[in-house]
């Protein structure tokens, strides 16, 4: 039985890129997510922010005692 190496490297190499491209897809995936978690977060009114578009700032509430 002879091992033929060029099918292992093409292996290797097909399970090394797939695992780049997961863990590409999952960093914008959940960068995705966590901008539509806080734009609905304003649109329900949990929090505040004052200014628009890439000026927009959050506003802290004042603490009850």
């Known amino acids: 039985m002879e091992i033929d ?4 490297e ?7 890129f ?8 999952w960093a914008d995936s959940k960068r995705l997510i966590v901008a539509a978690t806080i ?10 922010t004052t200014g628009t ?5 959050l506003v802290k509430f004042p603490e009850e005692e």
Request: with cysteine; net charge negative.
């Open 18 to 25: 797939s695992t780049f491209g997961y863990f590409i897809t």
């Open 53 to 57: 578009g890439d000026n927009c700032h």
């Open 39 to 48: 734009e609905s977060l304003i649109d329900q009114g949990f929090l505040k």
């Open 5 to 8: 190496f060029g099918v292992i």
């Open 10 to 16: 093409f292996i290797i190499t097909a399970v090394v």
